[in-house]
T-cell receptor
Framework: KQEVTQIPAALSVPEGENLVLNCSFT??????LQWFRQDPGKGLTSLLL?????REQTSGRLNASLDKSSGRSTLYIAASQPGDSATYLC???????????FGEGTQLTVNP | KAGVTQTPRYLIKTRGQQVTLSCSPI?????VSWYQQTPGQGLQFLFE?????QRNKGNFPGRFSGRQFSNSRSEMNVSTLELGDSALYLC????WGVGDTQYFGPGTRLTVL
């Protein structure tokens, strides 16, 4: 059974800091990995999708890497801003359909 | 391009009742997945529909069911509600499913009293 773990569970940083969020998964036979953000009481917003054959994806100040063999992914946020405050979730997808297995999330607070 | 819409946004029901939630995917998307989110269990997969057929099912009791219509809109139904069914129910749509970015709706907040 696939299990996804995210560390740390919560993170508080001053504005402008670069930071790294970690995600690990137990079964390396994944099809892809997706990072989402969720604002309180809201749905999920997709940030980055990495296919299993890729090593990283970038979008603006965000960079996600994937090391399938070690079962790890990291989300790097450069020059953090208060608007980045949210819960960040990673999820792995298997080849069988679009079912995602989610981690518990990292709650990020960026202080002005 | 309109996003994923879910109705209603909020629901309050009592134990033993049943409820139906609706999800309209992004135009052109044929796969719709449903997830339950609770503080204790996090996000858990309920089921996925593709072209009106259930393609995947999570580990939930038979009280949870769903269907998809020919226009890709999907509904999920929960019968005989229990207190533990209180949660945020999210649906996500993708064009084909495998390998695609999943786009989530805002969710339906269900409270069971």
């Amino acid at each position: 059974k696939q299990e996804v773990t995210q560390i740390p569970a919560a993170l508080s940083v001053p504005e402008g800091e670069n930071l790294v969020l970690n995600c690990s998964f137990t079964d390396s036979a994944i099809y892809n990995l997706q990072w989402f953000r969720q604002d309180p009481g809201k749905g999920l917003t997709s940030l980055l999708l990495i296919q299993s054959s890729q090593r990283e994806q970038t979008s603006g100040r965000l960079n996600a890497s994937l090391d399938k063999s070690s079962g790890r992914s990291t989300l790097y946020i450069a020059a953090s801003q208060p608007g980045d405050s949210a819960t960040y979730l990673c999820a792995v997808g298997l080849a069988s359909g679009s079912r995602l297995t989610f981690g518990e999330g990292t709650q990020l607070t960026v202080n002005p | 391009k309109a996003g994923v819409t879910q109705t209603p946004r909020y629901l309050i029901k009592t134990r033993g009742q049943q409820v139906t939630l609706s999800c309209s995917p992004i135009s052109g998307h044929r796969s719709v997945s449903w997830y339950q989110q609770t503080p204790g269990q996090g996000l858990q997969f309920l089921f996925e529909y593709f072209s009106e057929t259930q393609r995947n099912k999570g580990n939930f009791p038979g009280r949870f069911s769903g269907r998809q219509f020919s226009n890709s809109r999907s509904e999920m139904n929960v019968s005989t509600l229990e207190l533990g069914d209180s949660a945020l129910y999210l649906c996500a749509s993708t064009r084909w499913g495998v390998g695609d970015t999943q786009y989530f709706g805002p969710g339906t907040r269900l409270t069971v009293l």
